[in-house]
């Protein structure tokens, strides 16, 4: 058993070196004809053009704003919806909600894209009294719909592993239930909550469909109520017709949404370390 695990193990490790051999391999040539500043900070992107401009911050701002907003909106939401169903909710509610949150989990992310085109867009458009209604505000309310599945049934599972120990003696000395689901369970299961946000930033920056059907999908600089395009549907939706400098670009725009990820995960991850020392 110990052989099969270690290999499990390693084919895991495999995959991500793969990944991340492939990505550099095919996304460095690109960065080395356009160069490293015109690409990372440069602000127009005309792909087809016959002068082409690979220029890549709109969509790395639209990227980071998005996924920030949605953090902003989806991690308390998450985080108190944890909460209520490890510590607070009766078994009958409990049994109502959690289905709930596991089929949110499972619903397509096209349609999310879709319900969101539909509905959250016109809405947009007609409170605000836009032009358009598809922008980075619908984009936000949308990714941070469907990050809440990962931090909830990760953040709960963290919640529940908390030994009741720990809120026995708390109880014990005179604290309130709500006191000690916020200052004891709540820390302890700190590494377990910061795995659930890990998660929750990585689908966030990582969508593709459902932003492009409601944010315009126009390579503009990020504002709340314009039309705007993230990393992803960059790829996405030239990738298809892609060739020659273009498409070794989008490789490149790959890479940049892949270390974004690592850089992520290796924050987080320093910041706990730092904690528990």
Request: one cysteine or more.
């Amino acid at each position: 058993m110990n052989a099969i695990f270690l290999i499990c193990g390693l084919i895991a490790v495999a995959f991500v070196l793969f990944i991340s051999i492939y990505l550099i391999a095919a996304g460095i040539p690109a960065i080395r004809e356009i160069g490293l500043i015109d690409f990372l900070f440069g602000q127009e992107w005309a792909s087809t053009a016959a002068e082409p401009r690979f220029g890549i911050l709109p969509f790395i701002l639209t990227s980071v704003y998005g996924t920030a907003g949605a953090i902003l909106i989806g991690v308390p939401v998450g985080l108190f919806c944890a909460i209520f169903l490890a510590k607070v909710a009766p078994p009958k509610v409990t049994a109502v909600v959690r289905p709930a949150v596991d089929l949110l989990a499972g619903i397509p992310s096209v349609v999310y894209g879709l319900v969101g085109m539909i509905v959250l867009v016109p809405a947009v458009r007609e409170f605000f009294h836009l032009p358009d209604g598809a922008s980075l505000f619908c984009a936000i309310i949308v990714l941070a719909i469907m990050i809440l599945p990962s931090i909830i049934s990760v953040s709960e599972t963290a919640l529940k592993a908390v030994p009741k120990e720990y809120e026995e003696a708390s109880l014990a000395l005179g604290a309130t239930h709500i006191e000690t689901v916020f200052r004891v369970s709540v820390p302890a299961a700190s590494s377990g909550i910061a795995a659930s946000v890990v998660l929750g930033i990585g689908r966030a920056i990582g969508e593709a469909m459902a932003v492009m059907m409601v944010a315009g999908n126009a390579a503009n600089m990020p504002s709340l109520f314009e039309s705007v395009r993230f990393l992803t549907t960059a790829v996405a939706s030239e990738m298809a017709y892609s060739s020659g400098l273009q498409r070794e670009a989008l490789f490149s725009i790959a890479l940049v949404l892949f270390l974004f990820i690592m850089l992520i995960n290796v924050i987080l991850n320093s910041l706990l370390k730092r904690k528990k020392g």
